[in-house]
């Protein structure tokens, strides 16, 4: 095996028989033309139609190459999670595996990040998706992550990410939180940069994108909130939310008051007061069992240590 690189570039990849081949060759010119040593590390996320067995012919050929193939498809944020760990760079670069990002793009990326970055975030400006179903759902959701988070971003989907390998040891990621690397990494007091970088539209295979996803995202931008601005001190948000909830039941009881006052009502058998104070508890009840959930779960994997991924096979360099 060669010895310890300076940089690593990782590439999560999901039944793209098609397109892997030529990725990885785009890729491998622009490390040949770096002044670094590097290797590259691509996750086959539990593919289906062969995308191994590419990989497995590829890493037989180019001692740079670490293929490592996870035993189901575990999802983006555990393939980069894999890669992450078995990365060995101090500098590591991310990139979709679909070939739209463009690995020319790796040397600028650098670059930025020497200018004194911990992170540089690439920006599709020019993207080539789908205006309806892609670009205009991810204006709206970078427009609301950057609003909630105070990370001014264009682009927190774009895969196409450069950091430094102390940033990317110290965040954990659950869900589909490899788009909020950059989130996480300021709030440890990182340096966040962005760079506008080229997108190529899909030549091969087809998008795995889905709107559950979009889902997904607000779900753990949620819980990402919760976690950043209230995890040491919840009473600020389920107290705050006791306080509505204690309003909402006083103005019930004030309602049913005046009920009982001007139109001689029964107070007891008036449904406005249990309707009011049920929908209000249901309501906090349900958020709290979400986040205390998210707090189970992340504990459950911090104390054990236990990977958000299974590796069923790793080819390595000779």
């Not at 709030?187 to 795995?208: C, D």
């Not at 309602?255 to 001689?264: F, G, I, Q």
């Not at 205390?292 to 590796?311: A, N, W």
Request: glycine share 8%; aromatic share 8%; hydrophobic share 40%.
């Amino acid at each position: 095996m060669q010895d310890k690189p300076e940089l690593s570039v990782v590439v999560p990849v999901y039944n793209e028989r098609e397109a892997i081949g030529d990725v990885h060759a785009s890729i491998s010119r622009a490390l040949d033309g770096l002044s670094r040593s590097s290797e590259l590390i691509i996750v086959d996320d539990g593919s289906d139609d062969g995308t191994w067995e590419v990989l497995s012919d590829l890493s037989a050929r180019d001692p740079r190459l670490r293929a490592i193939r996870l035993r189901r498809n575990f999802g983006q944020t555990a393939a980069l999670r894999a890669g992450f760990d078995y990365s060995r760079g101090e500098i590591i670069v991310s990139l979709d595996g679909d070939g739209q990002n463009d690995p020319s793009d790796i040397p600028r990326m650098i670059e930025k990040l020497e200018e004194g970055y911990d992170v540089v975030n690439g920006w599709r400006r020019d993207r080539r998706d789908p205006l309806l179903f892609r670009r205009l759902p991810s204006v709206l959701a970078n427009l609301l992550i950057s609003r909630l988070t105070g990370v001014k971003l264009h682009d927190f989907g774009c895969t196409l990410k450069a950091c430094r390998r102390e940033i990317i040891e110290e965040i954990s990621l659950y869900g589909e939180m490899h788009r909020m690397i950059p989130v996480l990494a300021h709030f440890m007091g990182a340096a966040i940069g962005e760079l506008e970088v080229s997108h190529h539209p899909r030549t091969s295979g087809r998008s795995k994108y889905t709107l559950f996803r979009a889902v997904s995202v607000i779900l753990d931008l949620i819980t990402l909130k919760f976690f950043l601005g209230y995890f040491t001190r919840p009473l600020h948000m389920f107290g705050l939310a006791g306080l509505i909830s204690s309003l909402a039941g006083g103005l019930c009881f004030l309602a049913v008051l005046v009920m009982k006052l001007t139109a001689y009502m029964d107070m007891t058998g008036n449904p406005l007061l249990y309707l009011g104070v049920l929908a209000v508890v249901v309501g906090v009840q349900f958020i709290m069992l979400g986040l205390l959930g998210e707090v189970t779960v992340r504990t459950y994997f911090e104390s054990q240590k236990k990977p958000i991924y299974v590796i069923k096979e790793l080819r390595e360099p000779r």
